[in-house]
């Protein structure tokens, strides 16, 4: 297992770093503050979706995004393929990290840039089959990051997120290894397998959704559980 290090202060020792955990779905302030206090490195809010949990109006997005501390990201995760609509949303909603849910239309990362300066762009490849690997590689020269889910984009109602379903992490650990920008892994993650999936991948940061919730609302529990994982994999010999 490959993960980033921090180097000290005397340059001589290194020490591992687990990877940053991204808290979706939030519905919430209390749910926000839940995460940050659990040392949570981002949230996500889920806009209109045509599939899956945790779409709330954009109102809402916006309000919660306020009570996020600094240091802490927000993601707005947005279905919409085409800029305009999309520098709309951020515009109402003040978040300062878009993902992109699905495949954008040509030129949109370039102009979401122009529009939107200091705002980070993260784009999902939905890992079905090996050709994410070619998706990747082709995206990631314009984007901040890169978001390893298992969706189906490809089905009359589109399937963009939040399936509680792994996808195939040899395919995932390509990915990491052939690009140059920092790679979050979703998609069926719990506390249970996380240690499994950061030991297989190597990820920058992992993210959780149906994973983390009971009866639809984030359970404490289980977010400590995986928080604990997550720190746990850090002090892991590689397997």
């Known amino acids: ?7 000290s202060t005397n340059g001589l ?23 940050v206090q659990m040392g949570a490195a981002a949230i996500g809010l889920v806009s209109t979706m045509p599939s899956g949990p945790g779409p709330i ?15 802490v990201a927000t993601f707005l995760l947005t ?14 909603c003040r978040t300062n990290t878009l993902q992109l849910v699905d495949e954008v239309e040509p030129g949109v ?18 890992v079905r089959d090996e050709d994410a690997l070619r998706q990747s590689i082709a995206v990631s020269g314009v984007v901040d990051a890169i978001l ?9 109602t589109k399937i963009l997120g939040g399936t509680g379903r792994a996808h195939d992490w040899a ?50 529990t289980k977010l400590a559980d995986f928080m604990h994982a997550v720190r746990d994999s850090a002090n892991r010999e590689p397997s």
Not at 187 to 194: A, F, I
């Open 148 to 156: 390893l889910d298992s969706g189906n984009p490809s089905l009359s």
């Open 171 to 220: 395919v995932s650990r390509k990915i990491r290894d052939s690009v140059d920008v920092p790679v979050f892994l979703a998609g069926g993650l719990n506390p249970e397998n996380v240690r499994k999936a950061i030991a297989q991948v190597a990820p920058f940061g992992v993210d959780v959704c149906s994973g983390l919730r009971t009866n639809g609302k984030l359970d404490e």
């Open 1 to 7: 297992m490959q993960l980033p290090y921090i180097v």
């Open 109 to 126: 990362h370039e102009r979401l840039r122009e529009a939107l300066p200091g705002i980070s762009i993260v784009q999902v490849i939905h």
């Open 13 to 35: 020792d290194m020490f591992p770093v687990p990877p940053r955990v991204k808290v979706c779905c939030i519905a919430s302030e209390a749910e926000a503050a839940l995460a």
């Open 57 to 71: 109006p954009e109102q809402r997005i916006r309000d919660i995004a306020a009570t996020v501390p600094p240091g």
């Open 79 to 92: 279905c919409e393929t085409t800029a305009k609509p999309i520098i709309a949303q951020q515009r109402l």
